[in-house]
């Protein structure tokens, strides 16, 4: 708990933080953790702690709360000073030599905040030399070092790594990819592999029937993968390509979703977040223009998109079909990917 309450109080602006606020934070970024050590009564002992240590100190002048144990309504966190020989001495030989300190070497009041984190790693690293370990979740590490599932996964642990010069694969343990659900072509995979992923679940289920009876090219192109999208989820989830594709393996994906600006911020995020080619697919949503240009919807809700992602869009398209789209737009109108049925696609595919 001294560590949480130390990186709070830290960064608190102003410096002079109410007791009851630290608490609050405690108990909304920590539930589980602060229920487990005791709630208020271990909170109360690690503050008086930390004063004791000079890590704190109390604003008196805001009095006393009526708990037991009793602490001040207020507390600041008191500066160190920079690091003595004593403690360098300490930072380059208490600890595995993989670890780096140059960091702490200049940030001495950072490292007490640090250091219960920085004694687990170390004695990790210690262990894993002697006989070896598994590889693991990046979760699961987190928990078996800390007690905290998420604590390398956030800002704080990732902060922390970067100080001692580590990574995740330092610490035997491996970033997972949130899944997308997907059909495979029973066709013989191509070296490099043809994507279509879909926005919507309507869709993707009609095409999905499709490309299970065989049918599986549209526009001259063979997809060997059809992606659910499950709307935003994909800008995300998209890494877990790398889980489907074989070791470095390289693959083009093509996206189709609803021509609003939300399905173009989509896509437009999800090719940010790949290595891979991602391209809009032009043929399905220029059939969809074609089939229901006056057929438009106003939008429910106003939808925002930038310049950048409009531009990336449209220059996938030839002018005169922009234009038309951004006449849509204009109107805050808008056209589901629904406007085209299994039938349509039927029509715009070959097996």
């Known amino acids: 708990m001294k560590e949480y309450i130390l990186t709070f109080l830290r960064a608190a602006k102003p410096k002079r933080v109410k007791t009851e606020a630290i608490e609050k934070y405690l108990y909304k970024e920590y539930k589980d953790f602060y229920e487990e050590q005791g709630y208020y009564n271990e909170f109360a002992c690690t503050m008086l702690k930390l004063v004791e240590e000079g890590l704190i100190k109390p604003v008196k002048s805001w009095g006393e709360n009526s708990l037991f144990p009793p602490l001040y309504n207020g507390y600041q966190f008191t500066p160190q000073e920079n690091t003595n020989e004593i403690q360098v001495q300490k930072l380059l030989t208490m600890?595995?030599?993989?670890?780096?300190?140059?960091?702490?070497?200049?940030?001495?009041?950072?490292?007490?905040?640090?250091?219960?984190f920085i004694y687990a790693i170390s004695d990790f690293l210690y262990e894993k030399g002697k006989q070896g370990v598994e590889i693991i979740?990046?979760?699961?590490?987190?928990?078996?070092?800390?007690?905290?599932?998420?604590?390398?996964?956030?800002?704080?642990?990732k902060t922390l790594l970067k100080h001692l010069g580590i990574t995740y694969k330092d610490l035997a343990c491996y970033e997972t990819h949130e899944p997308f659900f997907y059909i495979k072509s029973k066709k013989q995979q191509k070296k490099r592999p043809q994507v279509l992923i879909i926005e919507n679940k309507d869709?993707?289920?009609?095409?999905?029937?499709?490309?299970?009876?065989?049918?599986?090219?549209?526009s001259g192109i063979s997809f060997d993968f059809l992606v659910y999208a499950e709307g935003k989820k994909i800008i995300h989830s998209i890494s877990f390509m790398q889980e489907i594709l074989e070791k470095d393996q390289d693959c083009h994906i093509y996206y189709y979703?609803?021509?609003?600006?939300?399905?173009?911020?989509?896509?437009?995020?999800?090719?940010?977040?790949?290595?891979?080619?991602?391209?809009?697919?032009?043929?399905?949503?220029?059939?969809?223009?074609?089939k229901h240009e006056n057929h438009t919807i106003q939008q429910r809700t106003e939808q925002l998109v930038s310049e950048e992602?409009?531009?990336?869009?449209?220059?996938?398209?030839?002018?005169?079909?922009?234009?038309?789209?951004?006449?849509?737009?204009?109107?805050?109108?808008?056209?589901?990917?629904?406007?085209?049925?299994?039938?349509?696609?039927?029509?715009?595919?070959?097996?």
Not at 101 to 108: D, E, L
């Open 95 to 116: 600890f595995h030599p993989t670890l780096s300190f140059s960091y702490y070497m200049t940030n001495y009041n950072q490292y007490q905040i640090d250091e219960p």
């Open 137 to 157: 979740s990046v979760n699961e590490r987190s928990f078996e070092l800390f007690h905290d599932e998420k604590l390398l996964k956030r800002s704080q642990g």
């Open 203 to 218: 869709t993707f289920f009609s095409l999905k029937r499709l490309f299970q009876s065989g049918m599986n090219i549209w």
């Open 257 to 290: 979703g609803d021509m609003d600006p939300s399905g173009i911020r989509i896509w437009y995020s999800m090719s940010k977040n790949t290595p891979y080619t991602c391209e809009p697919f032009v043929p399905f949503y220029l059939d969809l223009l074609k």
């Open 309 to 351: 992602e409009l531009t990336a869009f449209y220059s996938y398209f030839r002018a005169e079909a922009a234009v038309r789209m951004q006449e849509i737009f204009a109107k805050r109108h808008y056209l589901p990917q629904e406007g085209l049925t299994k039938v349509d696609y039927r029509r715009l595919g070959s097996v």
